[in-house]
C-alpha cells in the first residue's frame, strides 16, 4: 500500500491561485505515474492533470487547460498542483492518486485522503 498526503487546499477568492502538493511519506513518486482528480458534490470525480511515471509526460483536462500545470519537484518526492486564475467552479475536493497511466483506460489504483478547496467571495 501506498501512501499519499494532499496539502494546500483552503478558501481562495475568484481569480487567485493555490498550489496543492502530494507526496508519500518515506519514498518518492519517481516510478508511479500520478494524477489529480477533483470531485464537486453531487457531480462526478473528473480528472484534471496527469503525469507519467515513465517519461515524465503531462495532460491536462480542456477545463483546466491554461490554467493548472501538474509537475514533479527535482527530489521526485512531491507532485505539484499549480491552480491560477481560480473560479468558483473550480470549488471541489481535490484528491491526488499514483499507478496506472495517463490514457484513461487504465486508472490509479492509490488514492490520498483528499484536501478541500473553495472558490469564493
Known amino acids: 500500500q501506498v501512501q499519499l498526503v494532499e496539502s494546500g487546499g483552503g478558501l481562495v477568492q475568484p481569480g487567485g491561485s493555490l498550489r496543492l502538493s502530494c507526496e508519500t511519506p518515506g519514498g518518492t513518486l519517481e516510478y508511479f505515474t500520478t494524477a489529480w482528480f477533483r470531485q464537486a458534490p453531487g457531480k462526478e470525480r473528473e480528472g484534471i492533470a496527469c503525469?507519467?511515471?515513465?517519461?515524465?509526460?503531462?495532460s491536462s483536462a480542456d477545463s483546466v487547460k491554461g490554467r493548472f500545470t501538474i509537475s514533479r519537484d527535482n527530489t521526485k518526492k512531491r507532485v505539484y498542483l499549480q491552480m491560477n486564475s481560480l473560479k468558483s467552479e473550480d470549488t471541489a475536493v481535490y484528491y491526488c492518486a499514483v499507478g496506472g497511466d495517463c490514457s484513461g483506460r487504465n486508472p490509479q489504483y492509490y488514492w490520498g485522503q483528499g484536501t478541500q478547496v473553495t472558490v469564493s467571495s
Open positions: 503525469i507519467s511515471g515513465s517519461d515524465g509526460l503531462t
